[in-house]
């Protein structure tokens, strides 16, 4: 690796990545009113976000079991309306428990 | 909805963003480049995934035409999502604090300004992205810096942060609404299936994320539209009239909901 290189890499990295965020908020200023489009737009980060969680998360760790015990502590704290922080550090401690737990085991 | 406020937001996305970029550096580190490489990236780039594949294809000796594509590919949703934010944020916005906003547009800013039941406001958004963006580049400068320090059983751990904030965001949403429920069902449904499926968990996390959320939210979109107000607009019975289009997303409904 040149230094020309990172630095031509790290430039077209910035400018496809800058151009794909951009585009919405600045080409896209007027309201939509198509009712079909509108409800897309409402109901697409539900499922953005749906489709990176699972099943992703369950192996977001080093092993399935704490990955299952932190993804179930997140679905009860968020199904009872914990805060993002809250559920985002419970989360990380369950993880933490059940690997100390595993470990301590094996 | 001050800056205050959006500082205050941030800090969860900020948290879960340290061990990600933290992460990041150690990979471009391990890969042979210098430490300031990475973290320029990160000050340039702000975005995950984008990051990580970009700069294994550097390191490889990739041709720009493969740098392109691939960054192309992996971060096409983030226009889907800034169109989607357009409509939230409305007028009112110049073209020059849009232009800067547009660089905080992550998967994490977006999800957390979408929710926001006030009007987002410049404020607001300025500080919840600025305080990402500080766990972003400051996670990429530590692990630039320190290499691989941190046990691995907390590296391990905050794994699964940023996508526990997510479980946050769309659990609560799918307890209240049902056609939200049903469309968190049938995308875990098609991402398992691609993930899961031999040859179709080939295909790269951008276009999954593509395909399955226009797939899936276009059926929902258009069994159950929303009026401007919110409220539903009268479900399936004029479903019929509605769409040229709709043959190819019927096959795919039943596909997913198998």
Redesign the interface.
Same mark, same amino acid.
């Given at each position: 690796m040149t230094l020309k290189s990172m630095l031509i890499g790290c430039l077209v990295m910035f400018a496809v990545t800058y151009v794909t965020k951009a585009a919405g908020l600045l080409l896209v200023r007027k309201k939509i009113t198509n009712k079909y489009i509108q409800s897309f737009l409402y109901y697409i980060p539900y499922s953005v976000l749906a489709v990176m969680v699972f099943p992703g998360i369950l192996f977001s760790t080093a092993s399935l079991w704490s990955g299952i015990a932190g993804t179930a502590v997140a679905l009860i704290l968020s199904y009872f309306k914990r805060g993002l922080l809250v559920v985002s550090v419970a989360s990380i401690a369950a993880v933490f428990i059940v690997e100390q737990l595993i470990n301590f085991i094996a | 909805m001050k800056f205050t406020n959006g500082l205050k937001?941030g800090?969860?996305i900020a948290?879960?963003y340290i061990s990600v970029a933290f992460a990041y550096a150690i990979s471009a580190i391990n890969a042979?480049?210098p430490f300031w490489?990475p973290i320029?990236?990160s000050v340039?780039?702000?975005?995950g995934t984008?990051?990580f594949a970009?700069t294994n294809?550097?390191?490889a000796?990739a041709g720009?035409l493969e740098?392109?594509t691939t960054?192309?590919v992996i971060?096409?949703?983030?226009?889907?999502?800034?169109? =989607? %934010?357009?409509?939230k944020? &409305?007028?009112g916005f110049p073209?020059w604090q849009? *232009?800067l906003?547009?660089?905080g547009?992550t998967?994490e800013n977006?999800?957390?300004a979408?929710?926001s039941p006030k009007k987002l406001t410049f404020g607001y958004l300025t500080g919840l992205m600025c305080c990402s963006f500080c766990g972003w580049v400051g996670g990429t400068a530590l692990g630039a810096a320190l290499g691989d320090v941190l046990p691995? =059983? %907390?590296m391990?751990?905050? &794994?699964?942060?940023?996508?526990?904030?997510?479980? *946050?965001?769309?659990?609560?949403?799918?307890?209240d609404d049902k056609?939200?429920l049903l469309?968190?069902a049938?995308?875990?449904a098609?991402?398992?299936l691609f993930?899961?499926t031999p040859v179709l968990n080939r295909l790269s996390d951008g276009w999954?994320?593509i395909i399955?959320?226009?797939v899936?939210?276009?059926i929902?979109?258009?069994l159950?539209?929303?009026?401007?107000n919110?409220t539903d607009?009268g479900g399936g019975q004029n479903a019929g009239d509605?769409?040229g289009n709709a043959p190819p997303e019927g096959d795919s409904a039943e596909e997913v909901q198998k």
């Open positions: - | 937001d800090l969860p948290l879960g042979g480049f490489f320029l990236v340039t780039n702000f975005t984008g990051q970009g294809l550097i390191a000796g720009i740098l392109i960054m192309l971060n096409i949703r983030y226009t889907l999502m800034s169109v =989607s %934010l357009s409509q944020m &409305g007028g073209l849009r *232009a906003l547009s660089f547009v998967d977006y999800a957390v979408i929710r691995r =059983s %907390l391990s751990a905050l &794994g699964i942060a940023l996508f526990a904030m997510f479980v *946050a965001i769309i659990i609560p949403a799918a307890r056609k939200v469309l968190v049938m995308s875990t098609a991402s398992c993930y899961f999954v994320i399955c959320s226009v899936c939210t276009a929902v979109a258009f159950f539209p929303k009026k401007e919110g607009a509605a769409g």
